[in-house]
Protein backbone atom coordinates (compact mmCIF):
# COMPACT_ATOMS: atom_id res chain seq x y z
CA UNK A 1 0.00 0.00 0.00
CA UNK A 2 1.38 3.14 -1.19
CA UNK A 3 0.15 6.12 0.86
CA UNK A 4 -1.02 9.27 -1.60
CA UNK A 5 0.38 7.18 -4.26
CA UNK A 6 0.06 9.27 -7.86
CA UNK A 7 -0.20 7.39 -11.27
CA UNK A 8 2.69 6.52 -13.02
CA UNK A 9 4.73 4.94 -15.88
CA UNK A 10 6.35 2.05 -14.03
CA UNK A 11 8.18 1.33 -17.48
CA UNK A 12 8.42 1.62 -21.13
CA UNK A 13 10.00 -0.98 -23.28
CA UNK A 14 11.09 -1.16 -27.19
CA UNK A 15 10.42 -4.58 -28.58
CA UNK A 16 10.25 -6.53 -31.61
CA UNK A 17 7.00 -7.32 -30.63
CA UNK A 18 4.50 -7.27 -28.27
CA UNK A 19 1.45 -7.79 -27.10
CA UNK A 20 -1.09 -7.96 -23.45
CA UNK A 21 -3.10 -10.74 -22.89
CA UNK A 22 -4.89 -10.92 -19.40
CA UNK A 23 -2.60 -8.19 -18.23
CA UNK A 24 0.60 -10.20 -18.88
CA UNK A 25 2.93 -8.93 -21.27
CA UNK A 26 3.98 -11.23 -24.16
CA UNK A 27 7.69 -9.94 -25.53
CA UNK A 28 9.66 -10.83 -28.66
CA UNK A 29 13.07 -9.28 -28.73
CA UNK A 30 12.40 -6.62 -26.02
CA UNK A 31 14.52 -4.02 -24.41
CA UNK A 32 16.17 -2.82 -27.72
CA UNK A 33 18.15 0.41 -27.93
CA UNK A 34 19.81 1.11 -31.62
CA UNK A 35 18.26 0.20 -35.31
CA UNK A 36 20.86 -0.67 -37.74
CA UNK A 37 19.56 0.64 -40.99
CA UNK A 38 20.55 -1.29 -44.36
CA UNK A 39 18.29 0.57 -46.78
CA UNK A 40 18.47 4.24 -47.93
CA UNK A 41 16.44 6.59 -45.63
CA UNK A 42 13.90 6.68 -44.53
CA UNK A 43 13.62 3.14 -43.21
CA UNK A 44 10.18 1.06 -42.74
CA UNK A 45 10.71 -0.56 -39.19
CA UNK A 46 8.58 -2.43 -37.48
CA UNK A 47 8.54 -1.81 -33.79
CA UNK A 48 6.43 -2.41 -30.33
CA UNK A 49 6.12 -0.17 -27.67
CA UNK A 50 4.86 -1.45 -24.32
CA UNK A 51 3.69 -0.04 -21.20
CA UNK A 52 3.83 -0.30 -17.65
CA UNK A 53 1.20 2.32 -16.01
CA UNK A 54 0.45 2.08 -12.07
CA UNK A 55 -2.78 3.12 -11.00
CA UNK A 56 -3.52 4.05 -7.16
CA UNK A 57 -6.44 2.55 -5.68
CA UNK A 58 -8.49 5.88 -5.50
CA UNK A 59 -8.17 6.15 -9.17
CA UNK A 60 -9.26 2.19 -9.93
CA UNK A 61 -12.46 1.82 -11.72
CA UNK A 62 -12.42 5.41 -14.07
CA UNK A 63 -11.45 5.78 -17.67
CA UNK A 64 -7.83 7.11 -18.06
CA UNK A 65 -6.29 8.58 -21.22
CA UNK A 66 -2.62 7.79 -22.53
CA UNK A 67 -0.66 8.67 -25.63
CA UNK A 68 1.87 7.30 -26.72
CA UNK A 69 4.42 9.56 -28.95
CA UNK A 70 8.16 9.29 -30.94
CA UNK A 71 9.85 12.39 -31.78
CA UNK A 72 13.42 12.89 -33.99
CA UNK A 73 15.91 14.34 -32.06
CA UNK A 74 14.52 17.68 -33.14
CA UNK A 75 11.09 17.25 -31.93
CA UNK A 76 9.00 16.19 -34.76
CA UNK A 77 6.54 13.88 -33.74
CA UNK A 78 6.66 10.49 -36.26
CA UNK A 79 3.65 9.04 -34.78
CA UNK A 80 1.31 9.52 -31.46
CA UNK A 81 -1.25 6.80 -30.68
CA UNK A 82 -3.65 7.64 -27.66
CA UNK A 83 -6.18 5.35 -26.13
CA UNK A 84 -8.24 4.76 -23.06
CA UNK A 85 -8.20 1.91 -20.09
CA UNK A 86 -9.16 1.30 -16.81
CA UNK A 87 -8.41 -1.09 -13.85
CA UNK A 88 -10.72 -2.14 -11.66
CA UNK A 89 -10.53 -3.26 -8.01
CA UNK A 90 -10.18 -7.36 -7.71
CA UNK A 91 -12.02 -9.28 -4.82
CA UNK A 92 -9.92 -9.85 -2.25
CA UNK A 93 -7.15 -7.46 -3.00
CA UNK A 94 -5.89 -5.51 0.45
CA UNK A 95 -7.20 -2.10 0.45
CA UNK A 96 -4.93 1.00 -0.84
CA UNK A 97 -3.55 -1.43 -3.37
CA UNK A 98 -1.92 0.08 -6.43
CA UNK A 99 -2.79 -1.83 -9.64
CA UNK A 100 -0.54 -2.50 -13.00
CA UNK A 101 -2.22 -1.85 -16.23
CA UNK A 102 0.08 -2.79 -19.10
CA UNK A 103 -0.38 -1.94 -22.69
CA UNK A 104 1.72 -2.64 -25.99
CA UNK A 105 1.40 -1.20 -29.18
CA UNK A 106 2.73 -2.90 -32.65
CA UNK A 107 3.87 -0.34 -35.42
CA UNK A 108 5.87 0.09 -38.96
CA UNK A 109 7.33 3.56 -38.44
CA UNK A 110 9.35 5.73 -41.36
CA UNK A 111 12.66 6.77 -39.28
CA UNK A 112 13.86 9.25 -42.02
CA UNK A 113 17.40 9.62 -40.90
CA UNK A 114 20.12 8.75 -38.48
CA UNK A 115 20.16 10.05 -35.11
CA UNK A 116 18.40 9.65 -31.51
CA UNK A 117 14.36 9.22 -30.99
CA UNK A 118 12.71 10.00 -28.22
CA UNK A 119 9.71 7.85 -27.46
CA UNK A 120 7.32 9.73 -24.89
CA UNK A 121 4.68 8.10 -22.63
CA UNK A 122 1.81 10.42 -21.26
CA UNK A 123 -1.12 10.21 -18.75
CA UNK A 124 -3.65 12.31 -19.35
CA UNK A 125 -1.49 14.53 -21.45
CA UNK A 126 1.57 15.15 -18.63
CA UNK A 127 4.89 13.47 -19.56
CA UNK A 128 4.92 10.40 -17.21
CA UNK A 129 7.90 8.46 -18.98
CA UNK A 130 10.56 8.58 -21.85
CA UNK A 131 13.11 6.18 -23.57
CA UNK A 132 14.96 6.70 -26.28
CA UNK A 133 15.90 4.86 -29.18
CA UNK A 134 19.21 5.63 -31.68
CA UNK A 135 19.32 4.92 -35.70
CA UNK A 136 22.40 4.03 -37.01
CA UNK A 137 23.88 3.51 -40.90
CA UNK A 138 25.24 0.13 -41.10
CA UNK A 139 26.20 0.78 -44.77
CA UNK A 140 28.14 3.63 -43.82
CA UNK A 141 29.63 1.79 -40.51
CA UNK A 142 30.56 -1.56 -41.65
CA UNK A 143 33.99 -0.63 -42.75
CA UNK A 144 34.55 2.06 -40.50
Do not use: C
Not at 62 to 81: A, Y
Amino acid sequence: MIAGAQMRVEWLILADGAQTVGNKLYLLGGGWDTVSASTSFPVEHHMAVAVSFLVPWDETNMKHNFQLEILTEDGVSLTRIGGQFEVGRPAGIPGGSEQRSQIAVDMMIALPKVGVYVVVAKLEDIEQGKTTFRVVDSQRTRFA
